[in-house]
């Protein structure tokens, strides 16, 4: 096959009169493509978007042949490149894995349709209507990490709410996420969704990821999902906006009121029902007055499930005479440290308001609770405290789009602007004022 | 008075135990002082942010001796420094501009609260109920120019809506914007309103707005008002998030069916009502089928108020016959340029389709209208156009908070995220999640 230099010193291959993009104009050429797609998708009927949704799920079944073999691949290559387990767990697909997808987005066909209210709808005195109207975003951008079931719920949820789409996925999964990517492409085009709704760029060249990020006047949003390392990336290099769910530092405050009960059960199940996500219990922060009785039993819950206790001197004072307790003198880091595993701070305070200090300080703005039986005390924590999430007697673990009724989620924002909290469907719209007039000039 | 050098090399005053701040501790010690009273800020009962409102409102007229001597300090050197005129009259304060600065702040008391609404409120199967609780955003950054009356604009419109305001306004109006900021203050502190939600920056040195925009902990939200420099300027350079209006190339379309009296009226309108602000009109899409009898039309109107009219080989041959207008050939950056003054661009166009690529690649996603008597194409219209605000037959003049029946407004957004079109007191809150538990915890 001829291969050549063009003028701009990119590598194209000349066969017959197809000339190869380079990788940069391959990449805009997608983004005009969903920009063009996303015209069409703003007032695409519910109906299609759902039978797209539908055929996804049909088709995960279907072709899971191609799909699992994808990712075989993808699983070899990473065994071959030292892949930990836990790594390699979260890459595998399976047929189960593949039943569990499908239903995920046929639970998103099934929600109500965001696009398309009018809120806010009135007469004004000169005879204008005008009102707002919910409308999609447009393209949102995806870059993400491992996970190749990101893929799809991305694409579903994104579809739903009539927006287009561009993937970038990981290295890692590049092969399952192309195929998952091809199996959505057919699946939307057989149910007449525009073409170039749904854009996945094959190419991992990190220097892509830059000029994506550069790509302000296409893409609307942009969504990392993955590391740390990865959110602080776009979220610095983005021409765009950015929706991220940060960090989720997580504080319990069990008020001197606190029913014991209740407080053990919702601190144990904070930290320890799945202690490696953003709203796990962080720093748990006891009323000096209910300390000494307490500590010792949810310290005590805490012990079997192999918790790590990093305690300021009061608390561990009250628990020294439990032998049996992974006991660590706490560090000025652990407050406001998220500790994303079996670990936990606790601190003692003397007041309601020290602990509303404390949250304040060292807090995320993501989940907090208190447990109290006073009226007083939860009406102030849920007016003082300033977090996506705010909570009265309940575990932090329900911040979750599907836990708060939602459906589903692309995920948490720590921001205030536009979303606050689990990210569903209506937060992936914006609104356009509509204006009903029948010759009104201003005067 | 002693003065010297501190270790850090900034220079102090000596005066008994006070040693004076440098102006990046001086800012930075306004943040903090902001940032606590936002925390009271927050929920702050209506009574007693509308007395802090009334008691501006009165303080304007009681106090006009010292804000219009700081003002005549500004004029007298924007005179020695050869400031235009036009420049001159926004700057300047009277009687009169001060009674009507304080009538607007008593229409921003008697508005609703948009603060502590909760919405969304419901209970889900395991008895939790969960709702959006409207909250203030926090601490909100304004830097302006020029007119005075923005520093009372804003800080009526931050209070109400429960934020703290960090004012920076232009070199030119600082000894008005100081002795108003001062004002707002003292009647403020009369209503019990929290210490520090209202900070002037009085040092006008640029390297503070440099620093002002990296505060990103402590500025929730910034808005720049004033030319196209500062705005793309704090753009670029803002650590948080910014709403600015940006431009607006506003277009009217008349279709092929429009009523041609309605249509001549809004153009006019549209064009010739304030033709130096965002909404005016600056390019006129006409369908062909129409424009032999309605060019003509508007053109004479246009030509009474002074509009110099760019246009298209078809609008010029049909046109050219009439020698009383000020006609121009339209050159490729007429399309989507913003006017700001009484010109125009006119295209003939063939079709709806044609006018709406037309401002689909030109429009700035502010304001556009049809003007048509055909059902189908005003629902095309307002489905298939992507911008704030989208009307039918009425004027683009418009778009406008108090138009709108918001009250007043801070800007008008052409970004989509979080707030679109005019951003009246709602558009500076967000929510927060409220959860009322008793015990539950994640399965």
Chains 1, 2 share one sequence.
């Not at 006047?217 to 979220?235: E, M």
């Not at 007055?289 to 990093?310: N, S, T």
Request: glycine share 8%; charged share 25%; aromatic share 4%.
């Amino acid at each position: 096959m001829p291969f050549s230099l063009n003028k701009r010193g990119e590598a194209t291959i000349q066969k017959g009169v197809n000339i190869t993009k380079s990788p940069i104009e391959e990449l805009e050429a997608k983004g005009k493509a969903a920009k063009a797609a996303s015209r069409r998708m703003a007032y695409l009927p519910s109906e299609v978007k759902n039978n797209a949704l539908r055929n996804i799920a049909s088709d995960l079944l279907a072709k899971k042949n191609r799909i699992l073999t994808a990712n075989q691949t993808d699983y070899r290559e990473g065994e071959t490149q030292g892949m930990g387990t836990a790594m390699l767990d979260r890459l595998m697909l399976s047929t189960d894995r593949l039943e569990s997808m499908a239903q995920d987005v046929l639970a998103v066909a099934a929600l109500p349709d965001p696009v398309g209210e009018v809120f806010d709808m009135r007469t004004l005195p000169n005879g204008l209507q005008l009102g707002r109207k919910r409308v999609p975003l447009g393209v949102i951008g995806a870059i993400y990490e491992s996970r190749p079931n990101v893929t799809i719920d991305i694409s579903a949820l994104c579809l739903k709410s009539g927006n287009a789409i561009i993937l970038r996925g990981g290295k890692e999964a590049v092969h399952s996420n192309n195929a998952l990517a091809k199996v959505v492409q057919e699946a939307i085009a057989r149910a007449e969704v525009p073409d170039g709704a749904v854009q996945f760029i094959e190419n991992t060249d990190r220097t892509l990821v830059n000029h994506l990020l550069k790509m302000g006047g296409i893409i609307d949003l942009i969504i990392p999902r993955g590391g740390a390392g990865l959110i602080k990336f776009v979220t610095e290099n983005a021409a765009m906006p950015v929706v991220s769910g940060g960090i989720g530092v997580c504080h319990t405050y069990i008020d001197r009121s606190a029913d014991l009960n209740k407080a053990v059960a919702i601190a144990f199940n904070a930290k320890v029902q799945r202690p490696t996500v953003c709203n796990a219990l962080d720093t748990l922060l006891v009323h000096a007055d209910i300390a000494e009785r307490y500590l010792p039993l949810v310290a005590a819950e805490w012990a079997k499930a192999g918790v790590e206790m990093h305690c300021d001197e009061r608390a561990l004072d009250i628990l020294k005479p439990q032998p049996s307790l992974k006991l660590v003198p706490a560090i000025d880091k652990d407050w406001g440290k998220e500790f994303l595993s079996l670990a936990a701070a606790i601190k003692v305070v003397d007041s309601l308001d020290e602990a509303l200090e404390h949250i304040e300080r060292y807090g995320s703005g993501h989940s907090e609770a208190i447990v109290t039986e006073e009226y007083e005390a939860a009406m102030r924590f849920l007016n003082e405290v300033d977090a996506a999430c705010v909570y009265v007697n309940a575990s932090t673990r329900f911040t979750d789009g599907s836990q708060f009724g939602l459906g589903a989620e692309v995920g948490i924002s720590t921001q205030k602007l536009h979303a606050r909290g689990p990210l569903g469907l209506k937060e992936l719209t914006t609104y356009k004022w509509i204006i009903f007039g029948s010759g009104q000039v201003r005067p």
